[in-house]
């Protein structure tokens, strides 16, 4: 006996008037609908001997499963390498195609980043408590570290070559370093080992935030 169909996923959003971006697979007949824009673009890197050119398109496309046409837009850049397209299909019309796929779904995909460095670098993702209270309480409390790491990241100035550095980077280098403590009545002093590689920046930070604290 035939299993059923799994039901789309495309149609179940639209049926409950959920907006949607999803990547998409290219093929040959999606590529047929964009063979003008994809020669238009490598035409235009190829004259001008240019490194890279990139341009943005839409058209109506539906895959075998589909019962009805949807929009695509496509990303097409042509490099020294080659040519890369990257194609998403949405619900979403009121926009254009370089908005769309620069502001909305790239921001879609910074998230997904964002929510890696909190599993893979803060080991949330060690859920296996019994009881889903504790399991929420164990992802609250490694929220808490998530943004404190955000804060830090976010107070490196960009020449610096931790602007960009993971979280596991940033620990390694700003917080799990020695320093020797030196108490008195009025003050509490740290010194940094002479050869602290990031000492000029641990102190630019530490004072940064000790006069505009957030």
Same mark, same amino acid.
Not at 38 to 67: F, I, K, N, P
Not at 128 to 149: D, E, F, I, K, V
């Given at each position: 006996? #035939? ?22 697979? @290219?093929?040959?007949?999606? #590529?047929?609908?964009?063979? #003008? ?6 035409? %235009? ?7 890279? +050119? ?28 080659? !040519?890369?397209? %990257?194609?998403? +299909? ?12 620069? @502001? !909305? ?24 408590? %019994? ?40 620990? #390694?280098? !700003? ?11 009025? %003050? +509490?002093?740290?010194? !940094? ?6 000492? +000029? =920046?641990?102190?630019? =930070? ?9």
């Amino acid at each position: 006996m #035939a299993r059923p169909r799994a039901p789309c996923p495309l149609a179940w959003c639209e049926a409950n008037d959920v907006q949607y971006l999803f990547g998409l697979s @290219s093929n040959s007949v999606l #590529a047929s609908q964009l063979q #003008a824009a994809m020669d238009q673009v490598r035409a %235009r890197r190829a004259l001008d001997d240019l490194d890279a +050119v990139r341009a943005y398109t839409e058209t109506r496309y539906a895959a075998g499963r589909w019962q009805r046409p949807r929009r695509v837009v496509a990303r097409i850049e042509a490099t020294r390498l080659g !040519l890369d397209v %990257r194609c998403v +299909v949405t619900n979403i019309r009121h926009c254009a195609p370089e908005w769309f796929y620069a @502001s !909305l779904y790239c921001a879609r995909g910074q998230a997904e980043n964002l929510i890696k460095k909190h599993k893979s670098q803060l080991a949330s993702d060690r859920t296996s408590c %019994r009881s889903p209270l504790a399991n929420q309480m164990r992802l609250g409390l490694h929220t808490a570290p998530y943004w404190l790491m955000r804060t830090i990241a976010d107070a490196i100035p960009s020449p610096q070559p931790l602007a960009n550095a993971e979280f596991s980077t940033i620990r #390694a280098r !700003l917080l799990k370093i020695a320093v020797r403590v030196h108490e008195t009545a009025s %003050r +509490v002093r740290r010194a !940094l080992a002479a050869n602290c590689p990031d000492a +000029v =920046l641990f102190r630019g =930070l530490l004072r940064g935030f000790l006069l505009h604290p957030t």
